[in-house]
């Protein structure tokens, strides 16, 4: 994984910073690698935040997300990791970052991150 994909994510400017919206982004091919197995974890992102001043560009999104197509981490560590990089460039009012994996041994993991402006 290059050293900088955490700058990879793009801001720009919101469009209509004087109205509360919200903006949804799913993602349904989210890849990872399980750190322990070595096999390939599945999921689907979305991303559910109200703007404040910026707003993510999608193209960086996708190419910020596909840098951890080989990346041995947790669903755990890996869903904080993205919200925290989003909540970080991106700056909302509101965030929230619902991360559904695919079943593996008849387990299926939903990770939820959250996060207010005002919290």
Do not use: W
């Not at 919200?22 to 390939?40: A, D, R, Y």
């Not at 669903?75 to 460039?89: A, G, P, Q, R």
Request: proline share 8%; aromatic share 12%; net charge negative.
């Amino acid at each position: 994984m290059s050293k900088n994909f955490h700058e990879m994510l793009d801001p720009i400017e919101n469009p209509a910073p004087g109205r509360d919206y919200t903006i949804e982004i799913v993602c349904p091919e989210f890849t990872s690698v399980c750190p322990k197995t070595g096999q390939p974890d599945f999921g689907e992102l979305t991303f559910e935040y109200v703007p404040d001043a910026l707003i993510v560009e999608l193209k960086s999104l996708k190419m910020y997300l596909q840098q951890f197509r080989n990346e041995g981490i947790f669903y755990e560590n890996v869903t904080n990791s993205i919200f925290d990089d989003f909540v970080n460039v991106v700056q909302p009012k509101t965030a929230k970052l619902t991360a559904r994996f695919t079943p593996r041994g008849g387990i299926r993991s939903i990770i939820t991150a959250e996060y207010s402006k005002e919290a």
